[in-house]
């Protein structure tokens, strides 16, 4: 867990977003394929607007994909949160090296998709893990 520090083009997207939905972002984090926005607890509802309408407005302006995920400081929660689309059943934390590994159990019809193409969430996953807690990996069963 380390100081985070925004690229200007991040700090845009924070604004935008911001600006938009009236949500508070707590973090933001750029891959390939899309943006994910961290909001404060409480502020999903503001951030994605009745029936999705504001985050496809913000998709249709940034030409990206959007994820909105509350956040939380017990890792659990935000574990839960981050795979919320795929209904985790379950959450395990083992120790590995200097940090945790955690496991996300889904329903093994969804465990393909909580993954991702070549494991791209389990990237973004561990991605905002790394940043906010001390879980170092990440696997789906």
Same mark, same amino acid.
């Given at each position: 867990?380390s100081?985070?520090a925004?690229?200007?083009?991040?700090?845009?997207?924070?604004?935008?977003?911001?600006?938009?939905?009236?949500?508070?972002?707590k973090?933001c984090?750029e891959t390939?394929?899309?943006?994910?926005?961290?909001?404060?607890?409480?502020?999903?509802?503001? *951030?994605? #607007?009745p029936g =999705?309408?504001?985050?496809?407005?913000?998709?249709?302006? $940034?030409?990206?994909?959007i994820? +909105? @995920?509350?956040?939380s400081d017990?890792?659990?929660?935000?574990?839960?949160?981050?795979?919320?689309?795929?209904?985790?059943?379950?959450?395990?934390?083992?120790?590995?090296g200097?940090?945790?590994?955690?496991?996300?159990?889904?329903?093994p019809?969804?465990?393909?998709? *909580?993954? #991702?193409?070549? =494991?791209k969430?389990?990237?973004v996953?561990?991605?905002? $893990?790394l940043?906010?807690?001390? +879980? @170092?990996?990440?696997?789906?069963?």
């Amino acid at each position: 867990m380390s100081e985070i520090a925004f690229d200007t083009a991040t700090l845009g997207y924070i604004r935008l977003f911001e600006e938009r939905t009236g949500a508070r972002v707590k973090d933001c984090l750029e891959t390939e394929e899309k943006l994910v926005f961290l909001v404060y607890p409480g502020d999903i509802p503001k *951030a994605v #607007g009745p029936g =999705g309408v504001l985050v496809d407005r913000l998709k249709g302006l $940034l030409k990206k994909e959007i994820q +909105v @995920v509350e956040w939380s400081d017990e890792p659990e929660s935000l574990v839960r949160n981050i795979f919320y689309w795929y209904s985790p059943k379950k959450v395990d934390f083992g120790s590995k090296g200097k940090g945790r590994h955690v496991t996300v159990t889904v329903d093994p019809a969804w465990k393909a998709r *909580a993954i #991702g193409k070549a =494991g791209k969430n389990l990237k973004v996953a561990r991605a905002i $893990l790394l940043r906010h807690t001390d +879980v @170092v990996s990440v696997s789906v069963a």
